[in-house]
């Protein structure tokens, strides 16, 4: 339950029986939740920098779950979701997963499959999160080299022996040893 720690999950329902219940649900299984009654309040609040999940139900007032989940997808949001719905049809459940919902289930649930469902969406925020830490922390050591470091390091990637990298670059050998050991210091 490590990336459950500092995760919060987001309940988003204009049905304020479903949040007050859904939240008691996630308390007492030990997660933090923060409870909203439309998209827009969520919307409003919404942290792209926040651990966690998104309970979101399919058919609210003004903006739709369907719309929510359009607009995050559209803020490169890696917060997943999982639909609620007691109004569900395959159309609904198709075009939720096709955009990336983690799972669509309807009301009522049981307490065990949404928490199970809820502790595989923060694995899944949590995953996500890493990934994107090592990318922009491979981004910006690449943003370190030279251009002559990058020419270098292209080359190194499709395999090639220094010998030939100095011939194509029409540079010395020790020239391109140089450069190779900078790339391995940047890049780690």
């Known amino acids: 339950m490590t990336a459950a720690r500092d995760a919060t999950v987001f309940v ?8 007050d219940a859904v939240g008691l649900l996630l308390r007492a299984d030990g997660l933090r939740s923060r409870a909203f009654p439309s998209a827009t309040a969520f919307l409003e609040a919404y942290d792209p920098e926040a651990p966690g999940c998104l309970i979101l139900d399919v058919r609210m007032p003004e903006v739709s779950g369907l719309d929510l989940q359009r607009r995050l997808v559209a ?6 979701i999982i639909f609620v719905t007691a109004h569900g049809d395959v159309p609904t459940a198709v075009t939720a997963v096709k955009a990336g919902a983690v799972d669509f289930i309807q009301k009522p649930f049981t307490d065990v499959a949404l928490l199970e469902k809820v502790h595989q969406a923060l694995e899944l925020n949590a995953w996500a999160r890493r990934e994107r830490t090592e990318r922009e922390d491979v981004r910006r050591r690449l943003d370190t080299l030279t251009p002559r470091e990058r020419e270098v390091m292209a080359l190194v990637v499709e395999g090639r022996h220094n010998k030939t990298i100095a011939r194509k670059l029409e540079i010395s050998q020790r020239t391109v040893e140089v450069h190779r050991a900078r790339v391995m210091s940047k890049m780690s």
């Open 12 to 19: 988003v329902d204009d049905d304020l029986a479903v949040l």
């Open 75 to 80: 803020l490169d949001s890696d917060l997943p």
